[in-house]
C-alpha cells in the first residue's frame, strides 16, 4: 500500500475567533484514507500552516508505506524542529 495523495483543507472558522483548523486527509492507492489535523502554536498562520503541510508531504509522504510510522514521525520532527534532516534549513 502506498500514498497516493494529501488533501489539506484550510478551515476558516468565523464563528470561533482565532481557531482556524487546518485539517489533512491522506490517500492510499488501496482506497483507505485517514484524518489528521494541524495547527500552529500561536493564533495566526493557518494558512502558512497548510502550505508548510503541503510541501512536507508533497516531499516526504508521495509514494511511502502508510504503515511506515518512521517516516510520519520524521514529518512531525521537520514540522515541529525546523532545521531536521528533511526539514526546513
Known sequence: MKITGVEIFDVKASW???????????????????????????????????????????THLLGADPLDSGALRALSAAMVFPGTPGGFQ
Open 16 to 58: 470561533r475567533k482565532a481557531w482556524n483548523p487546518v485539517l489533512v486527509r491522506v490517500n492510499t492507492d488501496e482506497g483507505l484514507s485517514g484524518a489528521g489535523e494541524a495547527g500552529t502554536a500561536v493564533s495566526g498562520g493557518p494558512a502558512a500552516c497548510a502550505g508548510m503541510v503541503k510541501d512536507l508531504a508533497q
